[in-house]
């Protein structure tokens, strides 16, 4: 076979490698290249080819450890997991013991809790930094005054918005000599009215009513909660509502607001026509035709912004032992004609009740005083013990059950034949049962339980 041109890659022939580049220059087209002395050389057409290959081709060289386990080992031992057991930190060299991934005495049990705590909170760091930033944010809310100012902000909490009344002789008695039961009750009353306005932000008005005598040739004992509400009108301005409460008064449920238990739902909880419970047989509405449709309305224009005055009725009527009023220029009329000397010199006589029987005067005989009236189921916000009321018996619609949580209690008349002290004592214990904390229950069921315990075994020897 012959070729009719060199197969040489260089021009005019020859080799690149200096092995098999031909020592004569010839055009003879010879495809044997020969030597100096014109003797055969013993380079051959097969060495030369496979050497050109190997030029022109992949490299002479090969890698080493080319299975699977040899080209994937780094990435397998990069994926497990490491362990750093306590060892010593103090080698130049990344080798040595302890420096590595195993310490065969590094550190112990609690080296490796340790560095398998650190593992789970190295991948749950941005939860933990979550956490510690809820816990630290609630714990400044709750133990700095944060808590106390967005419960008094209006659009917020709303608690400014609300003032408690609480008449107490606490300079001393008036028209007695106070013992110490008297002295316990009012220390209960008011620490109990002071947790609760604390808890909501409320504001709480004491009145010391020792020193409200304002004529000096008689004491307007009972009457002077009239007074009382014109004062708190003109020293909390900002406050909407004002609730009066009896010394004798216990709030059980402090977990109630005043917002979420009346107001956010004020139309459902009250009612304006007195015919639902009338004990005083009131004639409503009026029957004179010279009152405008309003006036002779059943309830009102039945918007809840109406009503200024809300009062419960127990079995004899009006009861003013735990009662609201809204700022309003109605009530300012209200309280004007209401603390009228001239109507007191002329009725006080006739009235039992005093201011109580006042205010039902004026309730049947005032027109305008009924458009904003509103009553309140009296469990609602004054809850009878069974002493009170109690001529039919127990009666659900005034005495306190336990089961329904009522609001507040009201030992009205406990001073007439029954123990004040007793009840109020009696009644704040089981506050504070029904209330207890989940630690609280705890504690208490082991001290049940060893208490049973005991008798047990004192019974069996």
Same mark, same amino acid.
């Given at each position: 076979m012959?070729? #009719?041109r060199s197969p040489s890659p260089q021009p005019g022939g020859g080799w690149s490698s200096p092995g098999l580049v031909a020592p004569y220059n010839?055009? &003879?087209?010879?495809?044997?290249?020969?030597?100096?002395?014109?003797?055969?050389?013993?380079?051959?057409?097969? &060495?030369?080819?496979?050497?050109?290959?190997?030029?022109?081709?992949?490299?002479?060289?090969?890698?080493?450890?080319?299975?699977?386990?040899?080209?994937?080992?780094?990435?397998?031992?990069?994926?497990?997991?490491?362990?750093?057991?306590?060892?010593?930190?103090?080698?130049?060299?990344? /080798?040595?013991?302890?420096?590595?991934?195993w310490s065969p005495n590094g550190g112990g049990r609690l080296g490796r809790l340790r560095t398998l705590l650190g593992g789970i909170l190295r991948r749950m760091r941005l939860r933990v930094l979550l956490l510690l930033g809820l816990l630290l944010t609630i714990s400044l809310?709750?133990?700095?005054?944060?808590?106390?100012?967005?419960?008094?902000?209006g659009f917020l909490g709303g608690g400014n918005k609300f003032v408690i009344i609480l008449a107490a002789n606490e300079g001393g008695g008036v028209m007695e000599w106070k013992g110490p039961r008297e002295w316990a009750i009012e220390r209960d009353s008011v620490k109990n009215k002071k947790k609760y306005a604390k808890k909501w932000g409320y504001d709480l008005e004491i009145v010391d009513m020792s020193t409200k005598k304002r004529y000096a040739h008689e004491w307007r004992e009972s009457w002077e909660k009239v007074d009382t509400m014109r004062n708190c009108l003109k020293?909390?301005?900002?406050?909407?509502?004002?609730?009066?409460?009896?010394?004798?008064?216990? %709030?059980?449920?402090?977990?109630?607001?005043?917002?979420?238990?009346?107001?956010?739902?004020?139309?459902?909880?009250?009612?304006?026509? %007195?015919?639902?419970?009338?004990?005083?047989?009131?004639?409503?509405?009026?029957? &004179?035709?010279?009152?405008?449709?309003? =006036?002779?309305?059943?309830?009102?224009?039945?918007?809840?912004? #109406? %009503?200024?005055?809300?009062?419960?009725?127990?079995?004899?009527?009006?009861?003013?032992?735990?009662?609201?009023?809204?700022?309003?220029?109605?009530?300012?009329?209200?309280?004007?004609?209401?603390?009228?000397?001239?109507?007191?010199?002329?009725?006080?006589? /006739?009235?039992?009740?005093k201011e109580q029987d006042a205010l039902e005067y004026l309730y049947t005989n005032q027109a305008w005083v009924r458009p904003h009236t509103a009553f309140i189921p009296q469990r609602k916000i004054n809850s009878f013990p069974p002493g009170a009321c109690s001529e039919n018996g127990p009666d659900p619609r005034f005495h306190y059950n336990e089961k329904d949580r009522d609001f507040v209690v009201n030992m009205a008349g406990c001073g007439w034949g029954r123990d004040c002290w007793g009840e109020m004592y =009696?009644?704040?214990?089981?506050?504070?049962?029904?209330?207890?904390?989940?630690?609280?229950?705890?504690? +208490?069921? %082991? =001290? +049940?339980?060893?208490?049973?315990?005991?008798?047990?075994? =004192?019974?069996?020897?």
């Open positions: 012959s070729l #009719s010839t055009a &003879s087209g010879r495809a044997t290249p020969t030597t100096a002395n014109g003797g055969p050389t013993t380079v051959t057409w097969a &060495s030369a080819k496979a050497k050109s290959d190997e030029i022109n081709g992949y490299p002479a060289f090969s890698t080493r450890h080319d299975g699977f386990f040899g080209r994937h080992y780094r990435s397998l031992s990069n994926s497990l997991p490491r362990f750093s057991l306590g060892g010593r930190r103090d080698f130049a060299d990344k /080798e040595k013991l302890g420096r590595g991934r809310f709750y133990l700095t005054p944060m808590h106390h100012l967005y419960l008094r902000t020293k909390y301005p900002n406050a909407q509502w004002f609730w009066w409460m009896d010394l004798n008064t216990f %709030i059980m449920e402090p977990s109630y607001s005043l917002q979420s238990h009346i107001f956010n739902e004020l139309g459902k909880n009250t009612y304006r026509d %007195i015919n639902i419970y009338n004990p005083l047989n009131i004639t409503h509405p009026m029957d &004179s035709l010279q009152l405008d449709d309003l =006036s002779r309305s059943r309830d009102g224009d039945g918007k809840d912004g #109406s %009503i200024d005055l809300i009062v419960p009725q127990d079995c004899g009527g009006f009861n003013l032992g735990s009662f609201f009023m809204r700022r309003s220029a109605w009530t300012d009329r209200l309280l004007d004609i209401w603390w009228d000397p001239v109507g007191y010199e002329q009725k006080h006589m /006739e009235w039992e009740h =009696s009644y704040r214990e089981l506050s504070n049962k029904l209330n207890r904390t989940w630690w609280e229950k705890f504690k +208490d069921w %082991i =001290s +049940d339980t060893v208490k049973h315990l005991r008798q047990g075994g =004192s019974q069996g020897t």
